[in-house]
C-alpha cells in the first residue's frame, strides 16, 4: 500500500427523486448517462480519475494514480467546469471538494480510501444546490488562487470540532505569490542579460523575447521577479500556460490581452474621476439633490449650469 496526497471531489444530482418520479426509465436513464458523461469529461479534462459512480453522484480523485503539482487547483477549476455543464442539461448538482493523505493499493490504483474522502462527501452533502464547498486542506494547497467565502462550519461525525468551510467562488487566473524573503545572490550575470535585452527593446523599439529555463528549484521565478522589481516605466502584464484542459493555445496571451483590458479600463474611470472632482471643487456640488450620477459643469454669461 502507498499514501498519496489527493485531492477529492464529490458531486452528486439535486432532487434525483424528483427527475424519477412520473418519468419514463429509459429517458431518465438517457438523462442520467448525459449526466455523468458530462461530468467525467470536465474533470478527465483536468487531469482527474473518475473513481466511481455511486447512485447519481460521482467520485473523482486527483493526484490518484498520477500526481501533478497543481492537483488541488484542477479540482477546483474542474468543479468550477461542472456546474455550467450540468445545467445545459436542466440539471442541478451540490459539490464537495477535499484534500488531504489517502491510502491506495499501488502506485497504479484508483481506489482511495482517507480522511479527505469523508470530509469531501460531507462537504458536498452540506454544499446548497449549485454550489461548492470546500475544506481547509484544499484551500491550503491552492492558496493564493482560490477566490472563496466563509461558509457555515459542518458537523463530521467522529471530529469533536466541525469542520470549516467555504463556499468557492473562483480560481484566479494569477496566484498571489509572496514575495521572496531570502537574499538573491549567485545570478548577476543572468539579471543583467535580461536588463541589457530590455534596454536594447526601448532603445530600438522593437520587441525582443527571453526565454528562461532550468531544472525545478534554481531560481527561475526568483530571477524573473528581481527582474520586473527593477524595471521602470513599464507595464507588466503576466500569462501562464496552463497543463490541462482544452482549447489553452493562447491562454498565456489571452489572460494578458485581459490584464491590459483591465488596466486601461481602471485608468480611464481613474481620470473620469478626477475630472468630475475637479469639476465639484470648481462649482459646488449639484442643487438637485434628486440627481445621484456624475454631473459636468460649464459656465455661461449667466452662471454655472450643470448637465447631468
Given at each position: ?104 493499493e499501488d502506485a497504479e490504483s484508483t481506489f482511495a480510501t482517507g480522511e479527505a474522502v469523508n470530509l469531501a462527501a460531507r462537504l458536498q452533502q452540506a454544499a446548497p444546490e449549485g454550489a461548492i464547498l470546500i475544506g481547509p486542506g484544499v484551500l491550503s494547497l491552492a492558496n493564493g488562487r ?32 509572496a514575495v521572496p524573503s531570502a537574499p538573491f545572490v549567485g545570478r548577476d550575470v543572468e539579471l543583467e542579460l535580461l536588463h541589457n535585452a530590455y534596454a536594447r527593446a526601448v532603445r530600438d523599439r522593437r520587441a525582443h523575447l527571453a526565454t528562461v529555463f532550468g531544472e525545478p528549484g534554481i ?90
Amino acid at each position: 500500500m502507498e499514501r498519496k496526497l489527493a485531492t477529492v471531489l464529490f458531486v452528486d444530482l439535486v432532487d434525483s427523486t424528483g427527475l424519477v418520479a412520473g418519468a419514463d426509465p429509459e429517458v431518465v436513464r438517457q438523462r442520467v448517462n448525459r449526466y455523468f458523461a458530462q461530468v467525467s469529461r470536465c474533470i478527465e479534462t483536468h487531469g482527474g480519475t473518475v473513481e466511481k459512480f455511486a447512485g447519481d453522484a460521482v467520485m473523482a480523485a486527483f493526484g490518484v494514480p498520477r500526481a501533478h503539482e497543481d492537483d488541488a487547483e484542477r479540482a477546483l477549476r474542474a468543479a468550477l467546469q461542472i456546474l455550467p455543464a450540468v445545467e445545459e442539461l436542466g440539471l442541478s448538482v451540490r459539490i464537495g471538494v477535499e484534500a488531504g493523505e489517502v491510502v491506495v493499493e499501488d502506485a497504479e490504483s484508483t481506489f482511495a480510501t482517507g480522511e479527505a474522502v469523508n470530509l469531501a462527501a460531507r462537504l458536498q452533502q452540506a454544499a446548497p444546490e449549485g454550489a461548492i464547498l470546500i475544506g481547509p486542506g484544499v484551500l491550503s494547497l491552492a492558496n493564493g488562487r482560490v477566490v472563496a467565502e466563509p461558509d457555515e462550519p459542518v458537523a463530521v461525525g467522529g471530529r469533536a470540532e466541525p469542520l470549516p468551510t467555504w463556499r468557492l467562488v473562483d480560481v484566479a487566473a494569477q496566484p498571489g505569490r509572496a514575495v521572496p524573503s531570502a537574499p538573491f545572490v549567485g545570478r548577476d550575470v543572468e539579471l543583467e542579460l535580461l536588463h541589457n535585452a530590455y534596454a536594447r527593446a526601448v532603445r530600438d523599439r522593437r520587441a525582443h523575447l527571453a526565454t528562461v529555463f532550468g531544472e525545478p528549484g534554481i531560481g527561475k521565478s526568483r530571477l524573473v521577479h528581481e527582474f520586473v522589481e527593477g524595471v521602470e516605466r513599464a507595464t507588466i502584464l503576466r500569462g501562464r500556460c496552463l497543463p490541462f484542459g482544452e482549447g489553452v493555445t493562447y491562454w498565456a496571451l489571452a489572460e494578458m490581452v485581459k490584464q491590459s483590458r483591465r488596466a486601461c479600463s481602471a485608468r480611464a474611470n481613474a481620470s473620469r474621476h478626477a475630472r468630475s472632482s475637479s469639476g465639484r471643487r470648481d462649482h459646488g456640488p449639484s442643487s438637485s439633490p434628486k440627481c445621484s450620477r456624475s454631473c459636468s459643469c460649464s459656465r455661461t454669461s449667466t452662471g454655472p449650469r450643470s448637465r447631468c
